[in-house]
């Protein structure tokens, strides 16, 4: 992995030309929206990638990394647009610099140019994670079960589990679809048989009964024993023999057809429920353009791997990644679609297995009817069978049913006028014709049973072929599912324990109970989380949604760590934290500084109080922050880096504009102190609106502070300790001074700030106030350069134990000998 040195921008974006040093250090860029912050967030991105993650996605038609990566005004000079990026590995410690321009974003050059600063690299690029916005974090909480699962396992890099599920759940499908086949072929079979043998059911006693009654007839040797596989025509020498009719089984079938003709019932309820689906289909013909890409296009997905080539068109791409992101949203924004394909092919299999067997009467019929009936009946039986067959065979398929709506919708099934009159007359033509000897009789009915014998037998392997091919399928994907239900299972378990615990840490006040709950079923992960003990629910289901882009980031943090392990050094947030509400930011520092100490986090945001609060939780130092103030078109942004509030006033007196750095003292006094006032616990009126007046923070300082002071006094002379004792008065002496001073010009703020006329000081005035703050905060701050931090109280309430800095140089006893 790497960490970031320094950065140089020039004709960039909304930047024209920027140094700055991050120093492999946790890094702020903080200033107003529009200042030109995403600049930076962009640049980055393309050193590493040669892409622009916010010139790609949904609402990005027509814009090119290489037509609006330029400055504006480098339009039509993409050359003069480079990033050049020096980091170092923090594997090998070596150190290297890669530049790329817009004009060729695919290459870059790299100096020096290392097997392991490559390497490097390569592990950055394949991690497009590692930057991170608010619009990402919200996909990991509330999007729906199918989606976040999608999401979740793109970012640990397990995107096949899902293919590869998508994939067998496929085949499935299709050979799920060649069983129901086979069942109505099967099934159409066992009617035809019964009804010749004339058996409600087909066991083998009944129908060896049957079999050995013709046989008996005709002389032959009785079966002893009958199975699908029996020659039941064994012995029979039918080569030259004509068949006789079989009056009873063919007036069975034939009345087989006209009972069915005259109930369709289940028929049409069958095709009410098809219809329906269809007509939506009808009504948004854009949604079979998705059904019709979206196989395709998941195919497509299983073949991006490390190639950034498109395998359905040739198109390249900037990255895989990107590519990758690409059909997935494809695959995503056809999910609605994809559920109504699934109700036209659920209503489509009901609907096709009543007809088939239907179709399996008709067949039965018609056979009769080529030997036995008038042409005009042959015809007008022939002409429904067809009709029927045509039927099925547009209804495979959803664009075959879609295709034949408007004949669905009339009423496919009605019976043509003159079949009914036709079959009555058949039957009664069938039943009138004089019975047949009983030698040919029995001929004839053993010839028919012997053929639709074989028929039910090659049905039957053919169904019991189809199962077992459906079983294994079966068995094939829920194995799978559940093998990788179980392998996500455990790496959620240990995925959310962290997620649990991060959360915690930055709503300690409120929800140090919190646990959540990721549950990955069959290509979902459903994830549900704690509310006050009072039961697991989806995180949109009650809590707010600063505290759910809280839980965004904690599960990113999360899963990143998982991802990467110790690997794990470098991450971007983009006005990320701003997600968090902004009574836990300071845990949320906490949480990165402690948890993850080595890794470089940089981080955009337009809140000064939230970039004076990094710094003030020392997660970033002074220097480690760039300041944008204000941007135009022709100069870019105007920046600083390092500097504190302080600087900017001393370059406002130096302009000697005094009201500006009246104002900006002021501002600083109002993001300073609230932060100052929580360290000491300093006791202030309790505002609902947590809009807190100066004065009033200004005084509850002082007056908590003085009260440590006292304690701290006490403490020292409890324990006699001299040393001790003179700190204390050393503190109190400094305490006097500085609130002499800044009692004495704090009138002056006001002043200038709310411009009163009579306020005109010149900058030789102003100064003193200014000397005056800075001394009265220094009373709060250690002195050493590398802390820098405010003291703060420790221990918890009513039993404080110290007044202290984070590097221990300030640290005053409050305990007290006890007696």
């Not at 067949?363 to 042409?375: F, G």
């Not at 065979?393 to 009339?410: D, K, N």
Request: proline share 3%.
């Amino acid at each position: 992995m790497i960490q970031i040195l320094a950065l140089h921008i020039e004709e960039f974006r909304g930047i024209r030309n920027l140094k700055t040093t991050l120093d492999g250090k946790s890094f702020a860029i903080h200033g107003p929206n529009g200042s030109g912050k995403s600049g930076v967030v962009d640049a980055i991105g393309f050193a590493f990638t040669g892409t622009i993650a916010r010139l790609s996605g949904s609402g990005t038609a027509g814009i090119t990394v290489q037509k609006h990566g330029p400055h504006v005004h480098k339009r039509d000079d993409p050359g003069a647009a480079k990033v050049a990026l020096t980091f170092r590995d923090t594997a090998s410690g070596q150190t290297g610099v890669i530049t790329r321009t817009v004009k060729n974003p695919a290459s870059f050059s790299l100096q020096p140019d290392t097997a392991e600063l490559r390497q490097a690299l390569t592990v950055v690029q394949q991690h497009p994670e590692l930057t991170l916005s608010r619009r990402e974090i919200i996909k990991f909480i509330l999007s729906e079960a199918g989606k976040r699962a999608g999401e979740v396992q793109a970012l640990l890099r397990l995107e096949t589990l899902d293919a590869q599920r998508k994939a067998l759940k496929s085949a499935l499908g299709k050979v799920a679809g060649d069983k129901s086949t086979a069942h109505s072929n099967f099934t159409n079979a066992q009617a035809a048989a019964s009804r010749h043998f004339d058996l409600q059911r087909l066991t083998s006693a009944e129908v060896l009964g049957v079999v050995n009654g013709y046989r008996a007839v005709l002389g032959l040797t009785a079966l002893e024993n009958i199975a699908l596989g029996t020659d039941l025509k064994e012995g029979l020498d039918d080569r030259d023999a004509e068949v006789a009719l079989d009056k009873p089984s063919a007036v069975r079938d034939v009345q087989a057809l006209q009972a069915w003709l005259a109930d369709q019932s289940n028929l049409n309820a069958a095709l009410a429920a098809l219809t329906k689906p269809l007509a939506t289909l009808q009504a948004n013909p854009g949604v079979l353009d998705s059904l019709k890409h979206r196989a395709f296009v998941e195919t497509g997905l299983t073949l991006v791997e490390t190639d950034s080539v498109c395998p359905l068109c040739d198109v390249e791409w900037d990255s895989p990644e990107l590519l990758r992101a690409h059909l997935q949203e494809k695959v995503s924004s056809s999910q609605e679609a994809a559920r109504l394909e699934q109700r036209i092919k659920q209503a489509t299999a009901e609907l096709l297995d009543l007809l088939r067997a239907g179709r399996g009467v008709v067949r039965a019929a018609s056979k009769l009817a080529t030997t036995w009936a008038e042409v005009a009946t042959q015809e007008a039986i022939q002409s429904w069978e067809d009709r029927l067959l045509a039927l099925d065979s547009q209804l495979a398929t959803v664009p075959g049913a879609l295709a034949i709506y408007e004949q669905l919708e009339a009423d496919p099934f009605a019976v043509p006028a003159g079949l009914t009159t036709a079959l009555s007359s058949f039957a009664a033509d069938l039943a009138a014709k004089p019975d047949t000897s009983a030698q040919a009789k029995a001929r004839s009915s053993l010839i028919i049973a012997a053929e639709r014998w074989s028929q039910l037998r090659l049905a039957r392997t053919g169904y019991d072929a189809a199962a077992k091919a459906h079983e294994l399928a079966d068995n094939v994907y829920r194995a799978y599912c559940r093998v990788a239900d179980e392998a996500l299972t455990s790496l959620y378990d240990q995925v959310e324990t962290r997620f649990s615990q991060f959360y915690q840490r930055i709503n300690a006040d409120d929800e140090s109970g919190f646990k959540a709950e990721l549950e990955p079923s069959a290509g979902k992960l459903d994830l549900l989380v704690d509310f006050y003990g009072l039961g697991m629910f989806p995180p949109g289901a009650y809590h707010s949604e600063g505290h759910q882009d809280g839980m965004g980031v904690c599960l990113y943090l999360a899963l990143v760590e998982k991802l990467l392990g110790p690997a794990f050094r470098f991450a971007v947030l983009d006005d990320v934290v701003m997600s968090v509400d902004s009574n836990h930011r300071r845990q949320f520092c906490e949480l990165l500084r402690a948890e993850f100490p080595n890794v470089q986090f940089v981080i955009t945001t337009h809140d000064e109080i939230w970039a004076k609060q990094m710094q003030s939780s020392q997660l970033i130092s002074k220097k480690s922050q760039l300041r944008f103030h204000g941007w135009s078109v022709d100069t870019g942004p105007a920046s600083e880096q390092g500097s504190d509030f302080w600087a900017r006033i001393d370059q406002d007196l130096a302009k000697d504009d005094v009201p500006a750095a009246a104002h900006k003292l002021r501002r600083g006094l109002e993001a300073e102190l609230p932060e100052l006032a929580e360290e000491l616990r300093a006791r202030v009126t309790y505002r609902g609106d947590a809009k807190y007046e100066l004065g009033e923070l200004l005084s509850a300082v002082k007056g908590r502070h003085n009260d440590w002071l006292k304690k701290a006094a006490n403490s020292a002379a409890s324990w006699n300790l001299p040393d001790a004792k003179q700190r204390v008065a050393d503190l109190k002496d400094a305490r006097s001074k500085a609130l002499l001073a800044q009692d004495g010009e704090n009138w002056a703020i006001n002043a200038l700030v709310h411009y009163n006329g009579w306020a005109t000081m010149t900058k030789h005035d102003f100064a003193p106030v200014v000397q005056a703050c800075r001394e009265f905060l220094q009373l709060f701050r250690c002195d050493n350069d590398d802390c820098e931090c405010w003291i703060t109280v420790t221990g918890i309430p009513g039993k404080e134990d110290a007044l202290r800095c984070q590097c221990g140089e300030y640290n005053v006893n409050l305990v007290s000998k006890s007696k």
